[in-house]
């Protein structure tokens, strides 16, 4: 499972500059008037071997002072709640201001490991005033430029040693992980709810997952698995404005700790931007996928309703398509079962392996009769395929020149594969590689 860091701080100390540094793209837009980071602040790093995912919390700002204390008391609630480290940045050329005091109270309290970067260091003059970021009494501060990157080694350095060892017992590992996403107000709450519901007793939260994620042993109707919740946590904070960046960092880590995505739409709404980003996030991060239509009881019906709001929901998702839709009335209890049916084979076609002779048997004859369009008169040869030995199914064609294979025949490979094997809702990684 993947850990999660955030980086805190006020506008304009360079969190976005240490963010793109970090997951080494330009990701977020950096403009130098406070508050114009717009982006999806969310990136993938590795050091070490470690692999964590970095969240820059900044750019959400609103310029006035009143407003702008709670704007940052609410990124380092948001921060502590969903991080499970935290580098606080400030800046040495203007000191201690009130507000990093008021985020490093914050901080302090919250019992998270932290680590302070001080930035814009550029000479030697300015590490002496690093010091009296000590009086924080948030460990020893590093002092970064993230203009030019030194001292990024220490402080990954640092963010390593205070990640947490990931203990995961083993029970844990056996069991499929479904979680719950969508945006607000879809009902995600209530189908958990739905699914829990008053049989609480035989539902067991397990000790020592200690993501904030809640994780749910569900062990009944022969069925047994952990249902990640990220709804019922956060009744304290209701975040109005930004729900949409905020809510695509909730389902970060329910989709990152998860085998199988539930991705709940508002039938009346139909699939948006926000659900768009969701369903990406889920592909790329290679899980399972199960989409469900809630509230369809709303929905004024004719005869073929139903297959037409599926269809134009396949045309959206396109190219990645092939995924189960549900529809269902949660507070009418619809269907609700169904959805976790579908989950569970979701959570199976994913770890579907398909012996290698098998798999040349059914797909070279039609390689043969389809061979990739030939370029410049050179002819494309695949002579032998495989499934990867990959957590989630990958397969490689062995081909003479791969750099010549489009896109659309990548395709084209794939929906012959999906036609003879169950991979529904499950994405699937095709390569071409030099035999």
Same mark, same amino acid.
């Given at each position: 499972? #993947? ?5 805190? $701080?006020?506008?304009?100390? #360079? ?16 403009? *130098? ?31 006035? *002072? ?28 203007? $000191? ?32 002496? $005033? ?8 948030? #460990? ?13 080694? &220490?402080?990954?350095?640092?963010? %390593? ?35 829990? $519901? ?35 946590? /956060? ?14 960092? /909730? ?14 739409? *508002?039938?009346?709404?139909?699939? &948006? ?34 297959? /037409? ?42 770890? /579907? ?15 043969? &009769? ?13 002579? %032998? ?39 529904? #809702? ?10």
């Amino acid at each position: 499972m #993947g850990n999660i860091v955030a980086i805190v $701080g006020r506008p304009n100390v #360079g969190k976005s500059t240490l963010f793109n540094r970090l997951v080494g793209r330009r990701a977020a837009i950096v403009n *130098d008037t406070s508050g114009t980071t717009r982006d999806r602040h969310y990136g993938k790093t590795d050091w070490r071997g470690k692999e964590f995912s970095v969240i820059d919390t900044g750019g959400y700002a609103v310029n006035s *002072d009143d407003v702008f204390e709670e704007e940052i008391r609410k990124q380092v609630v948001l921060a502590v709640e969903e991080a499970d480290v935290i580098i606080f940045m400030v800046d040495v050329t203007t $000191g201690i201001t009130d507000l990093d005091d008021a985020m490093a109270d914050l901080l302090r309290r919250s019992n998270k490991k932290v680590v302070v970067a001080v930035n814009k260091v550029d000479n030697n003059d300015r590490v002496y $005033g690093a010091h009296e970021f000590y009086s924080f009494g948030l #460990g020893d501060p590093i002092t970064v430029s993230s203009m030019s990157g030194s001292g990024t080694g &220490e402080l990954l350095d640092a963010v %390593y040693n205070a990640l947490p060892e990931n203990a995961v017992s083993e029970e844990e590992l056996e069991l499929p992980k479904i979680a719950v996403v969508g945006r607000p107000n879809v009902g995600k709450s209530s189908l958990t709810n739905a699914l829990l $519901g008053e049989e609480r007793n035989i539902v067991t939260p397990v000790a020592g997952t200690t993501r904030d994620a809640i994780h749910t042993r569900y062990n009944k109707f022969g069925m047994d698995f952990f249902l990640i919740d990220t709804a019922g946590l /956060r009744k304290k904070t209701k975040v109005t404005e930004d729900i949409e960046f905020y809510s695509v960092l /909730r389902s970060v880590r329910a989709i990152e700790s998860a085998d199988v995505c539930i991705l709940m739409l *508002d039938a009346l709404s139909g699939i &948006e931007a926000q659900d768009m980003n969701i369903f990406h996030l889920i592909v790329k991060n290679k899980k399972g996928c199960v989409i469900v239509v809630n509230k369809w009881d709303l929905v004024e019906k004719e005869t073929s309703t139903m297959k /037409r709001y599926k269809e134009e929901l396949e045309r959206k998702l396109a190219p990645f398509n092939d995924v189960p839709i549900v529809f269902t009335s949660v507070l009418n209890k619809q269907r609700i079962f169904e959805v976790l049916k579908m989950a569970i084979q979701v959570y199976e076609a994913r770890k /579907r392996r398909i012996p290698t002779s098998e798999f040349n048997n059914y797909i070279l004859p039609i390689i043969e &009769e389809t061979p990739p369009p030939s370029i410049k008169g050179k002819y494309i040869r695949i002579k %032998y395929a495989q499934q990867l030995p990959s957590p989630t199914p990958a397969f490689a064609f062995f081909v003479n020149l791969p750099q010549y294979v489009k896109d659309s025949y990548r395709r084209f490979l794939e929906n012959k594969i999906r036609s003879r094997w169950d991979f529904s #809702g499950v994405p699937i990684q095709i390569y071409f590689r030099q035999k």
